[in-house]
């Protein structure tokens, strides 16, 4: 089944004058994770709300095209059903705390809770989930009183906890350190590793080369680019849609320009280590 | 093949996000109200929540948010509680003015500042004399009682107390919620149930459909 | 083999909640009750020696329920900020009856101390059992035991979440009025001069409040919230035991009967 299939999907905010999506297609499967770049005001989170259902259901305007989300038609779906069928974690952590629990455990049993979980599976299902993400020691702590790396953690727990099929990851590390940034990748490596289908948003395009296994690129509201990481990552056009690419890509293209082709694009520090390892061999060898 | 569906729709807020907008409005009445203290304003201010609330999403939303910080208050000062009703009244009274667009404007907005007193000091002066006697807490309470040691009859001088006090407090208020709602972005408006009221200038303007 | 942290809340969450004391982990509706019928019998019997007796009563159930000091220092300075001025203006103000102490224009009286003390003692009970109410529940088992009955999980959403709003509001706001003072801008000063200072300063604070309502309403919506169906509670509060409804049916029946007695006399 595919995840996402959309067709010249055009949407405008109300009261607003320029459309965000304008005539946007694009077809996605499941269990990949889908990476989504572009410029600011390129349509990736109106994208992403569109996903959930919170465009038309929330946010209201006009929205024409096709848009079919896991085989069913946007229209047929139950609002509350695809907002919980999609989990989603966003880039603000202190407006994902709901505010009225005092323990990080039982902040990360609401959603359990309002599903109707009986109380030993939901128990155990919280124990799980936060040994799986290594928080143990933030359980007692008051949600509240938490850094912004620490409450987004927290979020992913809490939608992770829900085991949705599909997350929807809309720029989780941009408010977060570099330390915390890379906790929030591993935990999005392990929900690739457990099958989940994943979308993505992310401007640290290192980061995205080495978990997403597609990369889309906005641009005004529309798909201008979108395939395999490699296949997009390493297209020279790349720079064009305003989106830098990940500096072993400069690299690779640098050294081609150079007569020193790598032979291969490398998408992360440890291909790229490779290959220019493979080259320097067999440049000594052939001297 | 799916033929593509025109599912164009001018939804107004469900009204969802009042739910979580009333607390917002009861901290924004103790905000106020502890600003004021701090800054030794002779004045409460901490109607700011309801009001506010009451013009955005109607009176019952304005007078829960209004009730709600009465009843907070009144955990650790319980003689408030007497007072709920002109909280409620408030929220009320802002939802009938928001509704016919009285926020819109500054100098309607500012009219409104006469009913919210007369109502905050009349009925209060009301409800001081019949639960209290006459005579309350607070520093209101000092300034009657200096008026009757001075021979004022106990219900003028509550009166006389509390009137001009709620002028010199809704005025303010007031104008500090029209302030507010002229800065509240359109894509919140529309997601409110008086929004509607705010976001039509002199004649509609909808968002109009793309030819595809 | 020590427990890890997590499994030691795993089974605590894994057995009914517990304050460690049998009054504070009475059901918190019976619980209500019972201070209510207490405060009924203050007030409802004339004279002020059962509203004043009501309240030494209400600081031992205080300290029985393991809350005694804080809550005495709660009913002193409400006594003394409410309480006091309540009686004061009465004796003061109230001019029938013999002067015993002529002050000018105002004396106090016989009646006006009769009144004031009786006056204020019944406010006071009142006031008493509330707070001694809030010092002994904490406001999460309230809600709980009201979801049991039936009310709906939002009202308790928005009544938990005004505290911590009003706290983190509360918190923004002061940020920014240091950040104002630090900037030069007169917070002290003349009338107006401080009123400037306010306006400008907490108007983008409360847009900014208002603007994160729709991501806590996505994010929230993401948890289920919306959904609708039976919903399940990790924290379980204990089933009422039986001399709870026992105590509460004899001081209802008390509260009744002083009342009905009242009303003969």
Redesign the interface.
């Known amino acids: 089944m595919t995840l996402a299939n959309l067709?010249?999907v055009?949407f405008?905010?109300?009261?607003?004058e320029r459309?965000a999506l304008d005539g946007l297609s694009l077809q996605w499967e499941e269990g990949r994770v889908h990476g989504v770049v572009g410029l600011n005001a390129s349509g990736k989170s109106t994208l992403c709300a569109l996903l959930r259902g919170i465009i038309?259901?929330?946010?209201?305007?006009?929205?024409?095209?096709?848009v079919?989300i896991l085989g069913r038609?946007?229209?047929e779906w139950d609002p509350a059903e695809l907002s919980t069928t999609i989990g989603c974690v966003f880039d603000n952590p202190f407006t994902q705390i709901s505010g009225i629990r005092d323990t990080v455990f039982e902040e990360i049993a609401i959603g359990l809770e309002n599903l109707g979980m009986p109380r030993d599976e939901l128990i155990d299902r919280v124990v799980a989930v936060v040994r799986r993400l290594g928080i143990e020691h933030l359980v007692e702590k008051n949600p509240n009183g938490l850094s912004g790396g620490q409450r987004q953690k927290v979020a992913f727990a809490s939608i992770i906890a829900m085991d949705a099929e599909v997350m929807v990851i809309d720029e989780p590390t941009s408010q977060l350190d570099p330390e915390s940034s890379e906790e929030v990748f591993e935990i999005i490596h392990g929900l690739k590793d457990a099958g989940k289908s994943i979308v993505l948003v992310e401007h640290k395009i290192d980061l995205l080369a080495a978990y997403a296994d597609t990369i889309t690129v906005l641009r005004e509201g529309a798909v201008a680019m979108s395939g395999p990481t490699r296949d997009v990552l390493g297209a020279p056009e790349l720079p064009s849609f305003g989106v830098r690419p990940p500096e072993v890509v400069e690299l690779a293209v640098r050294l081609s320009g150079d007569g020193r082709d790598l032979g291969v694009m490398p998408m992360t520090r440890a291909e790229a280590t490779r290959a220019v390892g493979t080259r320097m061999e067999e440049a000594h060898r052939a001297h | 093949m799916?033929?593509?569906?025109?599912?164009?729709?001018?939804?107004?807020?469900?009204g969802?996000?009042t739910?979580?907008?009333?607390?917002?409005g009861?901290?924004?009445n103790?905000?106020?109200g502890?600003?004021?203290l701090?800054?030794?304003?002779?004045i409460y201010l901490d109607s700011?929540g309801t009001i506010?609330v009451g013009a955005l999403c109607g009176g019952i939303p304005g007078a829960?948010v209004g009730l709600?910080s009465n009843a907070?208050n009144?955990?650790?000062?319980?003689?408030t509680?007497a007072f709920a009703v002109l909280n409620i009244a408030f929220g009320l009274l802002a939802g009938f003015f928001g509704r016919r667009g009285f926020f819109r404007v500054w100098w309607k907005a500012l009219l409104t500042a006469i009913p919210f007193a007369f109502i905050g000091g009349f009925f209060g002066a009301l409800i001081t004399i019949w639960v209290?006697?006459g005579?309350?807490?607070g520093g209101g309470?000092?300034i009657v009682?200096m008026l009757?040691?001075?021979?004022m009859d106990?219900n003028t001088a509550n009166f006389v107390a509390q009137i001009p006090m709620d002028v010199l407090d809704k005025v303010?208020t007031v104008l500090?919620v029209y302030?507010?709602i002229k800065?509240?972005?359109?894509?919140?408006m529309?997601?409110l149930p008086l929004g509607h009221v705010y976001?039509t200038p002199a004649g509609r303007?909808?968002?109009t459909?793309?030819a595809? | 083999m020590a427990d890890t942290a997590l499994e030691r809340a795993a089974r605590r969450y894994g057995a009914d909640a517990t304050l460690g004391n049998p009054i504070r982990d009475m059901n918190p509706l019976i619980l209500l009750g019972c201070v209510a019928a207490l405060a009924a019998i203050a007030v409802a019997v004339p004279g002020w020696v059962v509203a004043v007796g009501m309240g030494a009563v209400f600081v031992v159930i205080g300290f029985l329920g393991g809350r005694g000091s804080g809550y005495l220092m709660?009913f002193l300075k409400?006594w003394a900020?409410?309480g006091l001025?309540?009686f004061v203006?009465?004796a003061?103000?109230t001019r029938s009856g013999e002067v015993l102490v002529p002050l000018g224009?105002?004396a106090v009286t016989t009646d006006g101390v009769q009144d004031g003390l009786r006056?204020a003692a019944a406010?006071m009970a009142?006031?008493a059992a509330?707070?001694l109410f809030?010092a002994l529940v904490p406001m999460r088992h309230l809600m709980l035991a009201l979801e049991r009955i039936g009310v709906s999980p939002?009202v308790s959403?928005?009544?938990l979440?005004?505290?911590?709003?009003?706290a983190?509001?509360?918190a923004t706001?002061r940020v920014v009025?240091d950040a104002q003072k630090a900037r030069g801008i007169e917070?002290e000063g003349s009338?107006l001069v401080?009123?400037r200072?306010?306006?400008p300063v907490?108007?983008?604070?409360?847009?900014t409040?208002?603007?994160a309502?729709?991501e806590?309403?996505i994010a929230?919506?993401a948890r289920a919230f919306?959904r609708r169906g039976a919903r399940t509670s990790l924290v379980r509060l204990r089933s009422p035991r039986w001399w709870e409804w026992v105590v509460l049916a004899v001081l209802v029946l008390a509260a009744l009967a002083t009342a009905i007695g009242a009303n003969l006399a």
Not at chain 1, 12 to 16: C, R
Not at chain 3, 202 to 207: H, M, S
Request: glycine share 6%.
């Open positions: 067709h010249d055009r405008t905010y109300a009261f607003s459309p038309p259901h929330f946010h209201s305007g006009e929205l024409t095209g096709q079919e038609e946007l229209s | 799916a033929s593509p569906s025109r599912f164009s729709t001018f939804l107004h807020g469900y969802r996000l739910i979580f907008l009333l607390p917002i009861v901290a924004i103790f905000v106020g502890q600003i004021a701090l800054l030794k304003l002779p700011i506010l829960i709600l907070i009144s955990i650790t000062s319980p003689p509680f209290f006697g005579l309350a807490v309470a000092i009682g009757t040691a001075l021979g106990v303010p500090i302030a507010i800065g509240v972005p359109k894509r919140l529309t997601k976001l303007t909808p968002a459909a793309k595809v | 709660t409400l900020a409410v001025i309540l203006l009465r003061l103000l224009p105002i006056f406010v009142v006031c509330a707070t809030f939002r959403y928005v009544l979440a005004s505290f911590q709003s009003i983190d509001l509360g706001a009025l917070t009338l401080r009123v200072a306010f306006f907490l108007a983008p604070v409360f847009l409040a208002m603007s309502t729709e806590r309403a929230l919506d919306n």
